[in-house]
């Protein structure tokens, strides 16, 4: 498979050669976090590189609440992948996990997240932050991987993610806060399809 450049400018390209480079320099996730969050803190104060259309709730979502995953850029070899998330004031995502390191950050509007410790008998809700335009963090897996986000402003918020798998069209988690019951989920792209299901897939 080759690399997939759905939103094809330069300054995703660019982004991207600058993302792969710290990855190829850093010794470990956390160095290439940390390598990398210039250009990401960037990204999220760019008001121009990102269309409407990548920033639009979709109605039909399959997940509910409108929810949008958009791919924008996809690796080949499924290492890496960048996409924008899209959720309406008021909804939610599941509680979800990622499965992989990279950054997540928040583009317009605002949202609250929570994040879950997965490990015990019960799901265990550890930490609650708030985040605004601009805020980003370094999800390294086991920390930070299990969470869910609400939209908080009165329009969707629009969130940035880059993450070191092909996050739409990985197998992964969802789980029922109430019970801790997990399933597998597959959150698919909106505009992208995934290799064997041949139909785009939903959202988170
Ligand atoms: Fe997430």
Redesign the pocket.
């Known amino acids: 498979m080759a690399d997939e450049y759905v939103l094809d400018t330069p300054v995703v390209r660019s982004f991207v050669a600058g993302v792969r480079a710290a990855i190829d320099r850093a010794a470990s996730p956390e160095e290439a976090c940390e390598l990398i969050r210039p250009a990401f803190a960037e990204l999220l104060a760019d008001e121009e590189w990102l269309p409407a259309a990548y920033q639009a709730p979709v109605p039909e979502s399959g997940m509910g609440g409108g929810i949008g995953q958009w791919l924008l850029f996809r690796a080949g070899d499924g290492s890496l992948s960048l996409f924008s ?1 899209v959720v309406p004031s008021c909804s939610q ?1 599941p509680v ?1 996990d ?1 499965l992989a390191w990279g950054l ?1 950050g928040l583009y317009r509007g605002t949202q609250d997240e929570e994040i879950y410790d997965p490990g015990g008998p019960e799901l265990r809700l550890t930490e609650t932050r708030a985040l605004a335009r601009g805020d980003f963090y370094a999800l390294l897996p086991p920390r930070d991987d299990v ?1 869910r ?1 609400r939209t908080t402003s009165d329009d969707a918020s629009v969130s940035v ?1 880059l993450l070191t798998n092909d996050t739409g069209c990985v197998w992964r988690h969802a789980y029922d806060p109430e019970t801790g019951a997990v399933h597998d989920f597959r959150s698919g792209y909106v505009n992208v399809a995934c290799a064997e299901d041949g139909e785009s897939g939903r959202a ?1």
């Open positions: 998330l995502t979800h990622h997540v969470h986000v993610h988170i």
